[in-house]
């Protein structure tokens, strides 16, 4: 039996405190996943310090080393404060959670009207209990992050979207998970999406804190798409400074199936993404883009895997990321192209653009080619601003601040040039440009003020 440390044994004891008390609150199609994944917690030896060569730059045990509390139960059904710039997209069929928990409004019922089932993963269970048992936990259960099967023992709920058949929406569905709490906490946020085949839909996950808390939100995401689907996922991590952000994104491809994913790390004291990609049928695309800005002390961390399971099948990914003050950034893309994946297409690059001596970025991308007839690439860069470019703008009369942030617009534009609803490109850039200005990229008009001194 592996030897847990001090933060990993806590965890362990208190869920065996905790346990009748989640039973409770959840459902018997829920609770069955539990023992299995907190003892897989215990059999990976807990949380991954940086001895762990995947969490080489990312202490994972060490962010769990501090006194969280944990919502254990859903006490309030309602919002408590929402504010109109927690928004990032107006026009979207909008979802609100609190601390994870799924609140439903009226935009459900226009939802519902187009077919689409929207619910908890409580009510999932016992309502489309054949959906549920065929999808739930089946990527996030063969992973070897002990994250995701701490958030499989502990979630005691979430949320459940799926998209029938030949279904197409006209505007994204939106997802807004409001962080309120009276003291620090951990919040095991849990989703699953499934798109029918020759469905299509946008997804935009966003977390808002309205409590200047030190918060830990570990996210489990597993999308699905079937035949012929169409899926785009975008996560916007733009949290204040006190916040920790672990996301867990795990998709699942059909034949022929397209799935656009892209993360954009804005804001927040720690980030560390895992993606993971099954191209599971032959004729499937994956696109998989990240943009992170990073600044002060922040760190944010990307690890990727790309696996292609059957042959001619795509992907192509791109990472982005802008660094400043002591920052410190990580990305680790792995591409793994099995034996009867023939006919392959794969590309990959992470490109780092460094503005200050005290900055550091590690970029680590690797291929596993068990193929012979495949067309793969990957690379890497990091590197300063070229002053001879800014130098040629302002002999075109361009100010030094406007040329600086013209190049650094420039540089992200590969990744911002990929979103694909206008008003959150818009959002986006505008973020960006606030940040690189050195303005609270973070709402602004939030009564909270949660600036660091």
Not at 31 to 42: D, L, T
Request: hydrophobic content about 35%.
């Amino acid at each position: 039996m592996t030897q847990l440390a001090a933060n990993s044994q806590e965890y362990y004891d208190l869920f065996r405190e905790v346990k009748s008390l989640i039973d409770e609150n959840s459902s018997n199609k829920l609770n069955q996943y539990r023992e299995e994944a907190i003892e897989k917690f215990k059999s990976l030896g807990g949380f991954p310090t940086t001895k762990v060569e995947d969490y080489k730059y990312t202490n994972i045990d060490s962010i769990f080393g501090y006194d969280y509390g944990i919502d254990l139960k859903n006490l309030s059904s309602k919002l408590p404060f929402k504010n109109e710039c927690d928004i990032p997209v107006k026009d979207a069929y909008t979802l609100y959670l609190r601390n994870g928990y799924f609140i439903p409004n009226e935009d459900l019922t226009e939802l519902e009207k187009k077919g689409i089932i929207v619910c908890t993963l409580q009510e999932a269970s016992l309502k489309h209990e054949d959906l549920f048992t065929k999808y739930y936990n089946k990527k996030a259960g063969e992973s070897d992050h002990s994250i995701v099967a701490l958030n499989t023992a502990f979630a005691e709920d979430g949320l459940f979207i799926f998209v029938p058949e030949k279904t197409e929406l006209d505007k994204p569905i939106q997802l807004l998970n409001f962080l309120h709490a009276t003291s620090d906490l951990l919040i095991n946020a849990r989703h699953l999406f499934i798109v029918e085949s020759q469905a299509k839909v946008q997804f935009l996950d966003c977390t808002h804190a309205l409590d200047c808390r030190k918060f830990l939100t570990n996210t489990v995401v597993e999308l699905f798409a079937e035949k012929n689907a169409k899926a785009e996922y975008y996560n916007l991590q733009n949290q204040f400074d006190k916040s920790t952000i672990l996301l867990n994104l795990f998709v699942g491809q059909k034949r022929d199936s397209e799935v656009i994913t892209t993360i954009l790390s804005l804001h927040a004291e720690k980030i560390r993404n895992n993606v993971a990609v099954d191209l599971e049928d032959e004729n499937c695309d994956n696109h998989t883009y990240g943009l992170y800005l990073a600044g002060a002390k922040e760190h944010v961390d990307n690890f990727t895997a790309i696996n292609h399971i059957a042959p001619h099948c795509n992907s192509w990914e791109h990472f982005k990321g802008i660094l400043n003050g002591k920052a410190t950034t990580a990305f680790c893309g792995r591409i793994h192209v099995y034996k009867d994946a023939q006919k392959t297409e794969a590309y990959q690059t992470n490109n780092n653009l460094v503005l200050s001596n005290n900055a550091k970025a590690n970029t680590k991308p690797q291929l596993i080619i068990e193929a012979d007839d495949v067309s793969c690439s990957h690379g890497a860069t990091v590197g300063q601003l070229d002053e001879e470019a800014i130098y040629y703008l302002q002999t075109r009369g361009i100010p030094y601040n406007e040329a600086y942030r013209l190049m650094m617009t420039a540089f992200m534009n590969e990744v911002t040039e990929k979103i694909q609803i206008p008003e959150l490109k818009e959002r986006i850039e505008k973020l960006i440009t606030n940040k690189m200005l050195g303005k609270i990229t973070y709402c602004e008009a939030c009564n909270n003020k949660c600036v660091d001194q």
